[in-house]
């Protein structure tokens, strides 16, 4: 094989090809986590609001609610 730069520097090189690939590849794993956690966040948050829409309005001095009273409209999101 030919003397030269490339083959003289061949290693390092190769060993800074497998750096920015490999660092390439884990920036891509972080932004599949962060969308994937992102996705189960919004979905908590759905099924959040759909058990709160379906929360009987319970009245005050009700016995199984112990003097509480819910109100389903201070848990939606149009409502500040």
Not at 41 to 70: F, M, N, W
Request: hydrophobic share 45%; with cysteine; glycine share 4%.
């Amino acid at each position: 094989m030919p003397t030269n730069m490339f083959t003289m520097n061949s290693l390092q090189f190769g060993s800074a090809l497998e750096m920015v690939l490999l660092a390439f590849a884990l920036a891509d794993r972080f932004n599949v986590i962060r969308r994937e956690k992102a996705r189960a966040q919004q979905d908590a948050l759905e099924a959040q609001h759909r058990l709160v829409e379906t929360l009987p309005v319970i009245r005050k001095g009700a016995g199984s609610a112990r003097g509480r009273t819910y109100c389903r409209a201070a848990y939606r999101r149009d409502s500040v």
